[in-house]
């Protein structure tokens, strides 16, 4: 009787919605502590940690369930399959936080960056002003669903290359 070998699909949707979760989670503490519109280096390197965990996490279940095997084309489909599945579920809460909990969410973060932006450059607050009028046309539901789609797919595609090469193991036919 000949195994069945384990789909790259089901391990994105799996890991993929594990990710969602844990992604609306942690917005959803950001959200508590009023910091969900800041960002910043702190909240982007957690973010990243806790993606690049689920994308091995991921691919170490795919190679253990297919006999330790697993070939970099099957790593980096699985990989980009969790962060498009996770972007999607990240999408939506964000519209819906944008949208319904925190309406003023998208002032918040103009303001907070305009704040950045005197304290940090020797911009005039004229320039300022202006980076921030031009700032807003990508501020519509529209732009941040197509930015945060292609953020996804791109961020996922690279934080797997490196994990994918290093799990990689081919099935040798004897």
């Given at each position: 009787?000949?195994?069945?070998?384990?789909?790259?699909?089901?391990?994105?949707?799996?890991?993929?919605?594990?990710?969602?979760?844990?992604?609306?989670?942690?917005?959803?503490?950001?959200?508590?502590?009023?910091?969900?519109?800041?960002?910043?280096?702190?909240?982007?390197?957690?973010?990243?940690?806790?993606?690049?965990?689920?994308?091995?996490?991921?691919?170490?279940?795919?190679?253990?369930?297919?006999?330790?095997?697993?070939?970099?084309?099957?790593?980096?489909?699985?990989?980009?399959?969790?962060?498009?599945?996770?972007?999607?579920i990240g999408?939506?809460?964000?519209?819906?936080?944008?949208?319904?909990?925190?309406?003023?969410?998208?002032n918040k973060?103009?303001?907070?960056?305009?704040?950045?932006?005197?304290?940090?450059?020797?911009?005039?607050?004229?320039?300022?002003?202006?980076?921030?009028?031009?700032?807003?046309?990508?501020?519509?539901?529209?732009?941040?669903?197509?930015?945060?789609?292609?953020?996804?797919?791109?961020?996922?595609?690279?934080?797997?290359?490196?994990?994918?090469?290093?799990?990689?193991?081919?099935?040798?036919?004897?």
């Open positions: 009787m000949e195994e069945t070998k384990p789909k790259t699909g089901k391990y994105a949707l799996t890991y993929g919605l594990i990710l969602g979760a844990i992604s609306v989670a942690f917005l959803l503490m950001l959200y508590s502590l009023d910091m969900h519109y800041q960002g910043g280096p702190m909240v982007m390197g957690v973010s990243l940690l806790i993606t690049i965990a689920v994308i091995v996490i991921g691919m170490l279940q795919f190679k253990k369930d297919n006999g330790g095997f697993m070939s970099f084309g099957e790593g980096l489909k699985i990989g980009v399959g969790i962060g498009l599945i996770a972007g999607i999408i939506i809460f964000n519209q819906i936080l944008a949208g319904v909990i925190d309406p003023e969410m998208m973060a103009m303001e907070y960056q305009r704040g950045l932006l005197m304290e940090t450059t020797k911009m005039t607050p004229e320039q300022i002003d202006a980076q921030m009028e031009g700032a807003k046309k990508f501020t519509t539901p529209s732009m941040q669903i197509v930015f945060g789609l292609v953020y996804s797919v791109v961020a996922s595609f690279l934080l797997s290359l490196i994990p994918a090469l290093i799990l990689k193991k081919k099935e040798t036919i004897q």
